[in-house]
């Protein structure tokens, strides 16, 4: 499996901005990405397009959305569909990213029947879990996990193909705040996390990637990286800058 550094930009950047970030960042990386790394960018959907122009197909770059909203079509108003995504270029979106939680109100329900949809119409999914602050002190973090495992992935056929699949783990306190999880909490959540996937899909759980996010920045990445059980990471405010996120890409 190969190990994914994905670019979460959230709501921020034009299309021109977009265009200009992806092609400065694939100048810096292109022939100097390690083997078995892949670089996913995901913009606002007004991005898609153009970022999709910017990368021209380059080996290793992936497409990805932020969101989705799991019906084909119809009269929902304000929301994109997964084929709508596939049609330009994007190969994988994120489910249950914590602002979406936490700031847009979506349930573990919600998020389950997005990763199922979202899987079933041909997208790979990045489902994302992780617990606030006051859930960790009061020594929830397993419970947290656990329930938003099963729900988000209540719907995703047992015998899925592993690549399609990868969960991150992003404890809400260290998200955007630059408080980084240190190794002995990553460790603990993404082992957590495998033995989840494990009791969920069986042998094919071990080649399922676990994103860690959360603060991840150039000094920190190769660090976090090294460890067991993470597979890649999902970066926020430390990918906006084509240089900064080339040096995680690069770690
Ligand atoms: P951050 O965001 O890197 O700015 O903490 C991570 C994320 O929300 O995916």
């Not at 995901?42 to 080996?59: E, I, K, N, S």
């Not at 705040?177 to 996937?197: D, N």
């Amino acid at each position: 499996m190969n190990t994914l550094f994905a670019a979460n930009w959230k709501m921020h950047k034009t299309t021109a901005e977009a265009r200009q970030t992806a092609a400065e960042l694939k100048g810096l990386v292109s022939g100097k990405l390690k083997p078995g790394r892949e670089v996913m960018i995901l913009p606002p959907f007004t991005a898609l397009a153009p970022v999709a122009g910017a990368l021209g197909g380059a080996a290793n770059f992936l497409l990805g959305a932020q969101n989705f909203y799991p019906q084909k079509q119809g009269a929902f108003t304000g929301e994109v569909s997964p084929g709508m995504l596939l049609d330009v270029g994007v190969s994988f979106a994120l489910t249950g990213h914590s602002e979406r939680r936490h700031v847009l109100g979506e349930t573990d329900a919600v998020v389950g029947a997005k990763t199922a949809f979202g899987l079933e119409s041909g997208l790979g999914v990045i489902l994302c879990v992780g617990e606030k602050l006051d859930e960790r002190k009061a020594g929830n973090l397993e419970a947290v996990l656990e329930r938003q495992i099963r729900a988000g992935l209540a719907g995703v056929p047992k015998d899925i193909a592993p690549e399609r699949l990868a969960l991150a783990y992003e404890p809400v306190w260290a998200i955007g705040t630059g408080e980084v999880a240190g190794p002995k909490e990553i460790l603990e959540a993404h082992a957590f996390v495998r033995r989840m996937l494990v009791e969920f899909f069986g042998a094919s759980a071990s080649e399922m990637r676990i994103l860690y996010g959360g603060s991840v920045k150039p000094d920190n990445a190769s660090e976090i990286i090294a460890l067991d059980n993470v597979d890649g990471v999902l970066v926020g405010g430390a990918s906006l800058k084509a240089d900064e996120f080339s040096r995680i890409v690069l770690a």
